[in-house]
């Protein structure tokens, strides 16, 4: 094989690797994300959590408004007014009905507090869904690439057996020919072997970048197409930081956290303030003190409740609430340092995964050069069959690297834009 039809050969694998099936659909890295993004019960799950902090912000807010509430009791027995008001015993049926609405006037800042707390739910989960669906997009990325390299490795490795099957079978050829000695013959079997050997580990690569690959995404990893090129990425460090400082989900969490507990504060505060409300109340009584006993009311008011001592309760959850709105504090600030140091980290990763990608390829091709380069050697007998083997090692060495340098690339430049909360 020419160094040409080598590099003709790899190239091919970087714009178009797998065809197990013309028939089958292809399937896209962007596909693939999508049925990963539809199929995930963690992206389920996320979802579920911003449903249900939406709900806790209507509880919060129900809160202001008025309540109804209907109460009522019926029973059967027997009273003996025991000749009160010249009244004997008589079976009774005692029976009474309660409505009361009551319309909260002030509470002190324990709503408010607490329809503060659930937005800043509402923030944190939404921005939990991002952070979830960034997860997702690595690994589905690193998936796609692992069962593109897999599959090239096991190319690779398949040819490897066929050429050291064949250098072996020439080696024993003339050993026994007189033409060269048995070293010859040892190093060529220890080279198959070892071709056997690289087959089988990337033929259980590729059964388990599968089997995760269909995991993540519900697709079977058919006729995958080439990895795309790097998606739109900041030009320089401060655009990417000053898009994390925006968007990335992590410190949104950590910031919609701070603003929970300051509101959790605030609210166990308002406990130590009375609430008043307004009330109207309707009620209608029969047969309660003494037979045939009637009795309607209607009532209209200022209801006002102040718990003036507590045994300790408030004073220690407002003393837990503050603790809480510390502790996130930190935490918020904890994670904007770390968000900074991970934004610069992937910005520089996608700089050198370009790099290693460009030298990779061009150290596959110079590799393939020089291998064609000692097969004609070789066979001329200006080299040994030993040179050649390890010429083909550096060769299918070279060419997974460029692959691997591949997936590297494109997981890198998914990782920025995780952290930019662009995905």
């Given at each position: 094989m020419t160094a040409k039809r080598r590099l003709a050969h790899m190239l091919l694998w970087l714009a178009a690797p797998l065809a197990v099936s013309g028939a089958a659909q292809a399937t896209t890295l962007d596909e693939a994300l999508a049925a990963a993004i539809a199929h995930a019960p963690e992206i389920a799950a996320a979802d579920a959590d911003a449903d249900a902090a939406k709900a806790r912000l209507e509880q919060a807010k129900a809160g202001r408004?008025?309540?109804?509430?209907l109460s009522g009791t019926i029973g059967y027995g027997r009273l003996d007014p025991r000749g009160f008001f010249g009244l004997g015993a008589a079976n009774v049926t005692p029976r009474a009905a309660q409505i009361t609405v009551e319309q909260p006037l002030f509470t002190g800042g324990r709503v408010s507090a607490g329809v503060d707390q659930a937005r800043a739910g509402i923030v944190g989960a939404e921005a939990g869904q991002v952070g979830m669906r960034s997860q997702l997009v690595m690994a589905v990325?690193?998936?796609?690439?692992?069962?593109?390299?897999?599959?090239?490795?096991?190319?690779l490795y398949g040819r490897l057996v066929i050429q050291t099957t064949e250098i072996e079978r020439q080696a024993r050829l003339k050993f026994r020919a007189g033409e060269s000695p048995s070293t010859d013959v040892s190093q060529a079997s220890a080279r198959l072997a070892?071709?056997?050997?690289?087959?089988?580990?990337?033929?259980?690569?590729?059964?388990?970048?599968?089997?995760?690959?269909?995991?993540?995404?519900?697709?079977?990893?058919?006729?995958?197409?080439?990895l795309p090129s790097n998606p739109v990425l900041p030009a320089t460090l401060d655009e990417a930081m000053d898009a994390a400082t925006r968007n990335n989900p992590a410190l949104a969490q950590s910031e919609a956290s701070l603003r929970a507990a300051q509101a959790a504060a605030r609210g166990a505060r308002a406990e130590r303030l009375p609430t008043v409300g307004a009330f109207v109340e309707g009620a209608t009584v029969r047969d309660q003190f003494f037979p045939d006993y009637r009795a309607d009311s209607a009532t209209v008011g200022i209801r006002a409740r102040w718990e003036l001592f507590?045994?300790?309760?408030?004073?220690?959850?407002?003393?837990?609430?503050?603790?809480?709105?510390?502790?996130?504090?930190?935490?918020?600030?904890?994670?904007r340092m770390q968000v900074e140091e991970q934004v610069i980290s992937a910005f520089q990763d996608v700089r050198t995964a370009q790099l290693v990608e460009q030298a990779a390829?061009?150290?596959?091709?110079?590799?393939?050069?020089?291998?064609?380069s000692i097969t004609q050697e070789v066979r001329v007998g200006m080299k040994p069959q030993l040179d050649l083997l390890d010429a083909e090692r550096e060769s299918i060495a070279a060419e997974a690297g460029a692959a691997r340098a591949g997936t590297d690339r494109i997981v890198a430049a998914y990782r920025l834009l995780s952290l930019l909360g662009r995905y």
């Open positions: 408004l008025p309540t109804a509430t990325t690193q998936a796609y690439g692992d069962v593109l390299t897999a599959a090239h490795m096991v190319d070892e071709a056997r050997a690289g087959l089988a580990r990337v033929e259980g690569m590729q059964v388990s970048s599968a089997a995760h690959f269909r995991n993540l995404t519900g697709l079977e990893p058919v006729d995958l197409q080439p507590s045994g300790g309760r408030v004073s220690g959850k407002v003393a837990e609430t503050d603790s809480s709105f510390r502790a996130a504090d930190a935490r918020a600030r904890a994670m390829t061009e150290q596959a091709a110079a590799a393939a050069q020089a291998l064609d």
